[in-house]
Antibody, heavy 119, light 108 residues
Framework: EVQLVESGGGLVQPGGSLRLSCAAS????????MHWVRQATGKSLEWVSG???????NYPGSVKGRFTISRENAKNSLYLQMNSLRAGDTAVYYC?????????????WGRGTLVSVSS | EIVLTQSPGTLSLSPGERATLSCRAS???????LAWYQQKPGQAPRLLIY???IRATDIPDRFSGSGSGTDFTLTISRLEPEDFAVYYC?????????FGQGTRLEIK
């Protein structure tokens, strides 16, 4: 079964850091682009980072310089290092798979991990 | 970045009826790189349509997508009880990829 399982969410103070992890199974992880998409409660979806199969990373302006995406193909794992966190970063963070390399629509989603930024 | 505006915000229909959801882009979406997702409460989104009109794996044929340029439509031909959910469009032709604000499809 193709599966993505996130971990690492929790409560963090403004200005703090958190590292999310995603364990992939059921497919050849190294062949796919991987991404993080977040969703604040009651809001729409926001793409926050993507990494190609070769390790090239991309970010939107809202998190560039604060978030770092990385992957470890040997461990079938994706990571998101989040620094300088703000209240506006509070959301459920989904690990998602890019359906086709270089075409960033998302066919497999994890169940998400909740990040809360509050003092 | 491309802004996607979905309408209506909420659509109230009965099972068996036809649903038409709209997604309008602030600028042309390259090569019809537009996807639709369905999200039910407490669940992750599920991919329905990509390339504006191609159904994803295991998606029933009552779901269809159409459109090009700046105007796209998701049609559900005959609503089943399990279709009542929130639907999002997403463009992936320009970076950053962006999502619409969603259309809530509720039972009338």
């Amino acid at each position: 079964e193709v599966q993505l399982v996130e971990s690492g969410g929790g409560l963090v103070q403004p200005g703090g850091s958190l590292r999310l992890s995603c364990a992939a199974s059921g497919f050849t992880f190294s062949n796919f682009d991987m991404h993080w998409v977040r969703q604040a409660t009651g809001k729409s979806l926001e793409w926050v980072s993507g990494i190609g199969a070769a390790g090239d990373a991309n970010y939107p302006g809202s998190v560039k310089g604060r978030f770092t995406i990385s992957r470890e193909n040997a461990k079938n794992s994706l990571y998101l290092q989040m620094n300088s966190l703000r209240a506006g970063d509070t959301a459920v963070y989904y690990c998602v798979r890019g359906a086709v390399r270089a075409y960033w629509y998302f066919d497999i989603w994890g169940r998400g991990t909740l990040v809360s930024v509050s003092s | 970045e491309i802004v996607l505006t979905q309408s209506p915000g909420t659509l109230s229909l009965s099972p068996g009826e036809r649903a038409t959801l709209s997604c309008r882009a602030s600028q042309s979406v390259s090569s019809s790189y537009l996807a639709w997702y369905q999200q039910k409460p407490g669940q992750a989104p599920r991919l329905l349509i990509y390339g504006a009109s191609i159904r994803a794996t295991d998606i029933p044929d009552r779901f269809s997508g159409s459109g090009s340029g700046t105007d796209f439509t998701l049609t559900i031909s005959r609503l089943e009880p399990e279709d009542f959910a929130v639907y999002y469009c997403q463009q992936y032709g320009n970076s950053p990829v962006t999502f619409g604000q969603g259309t809530r499809l509720e039972i009338k």
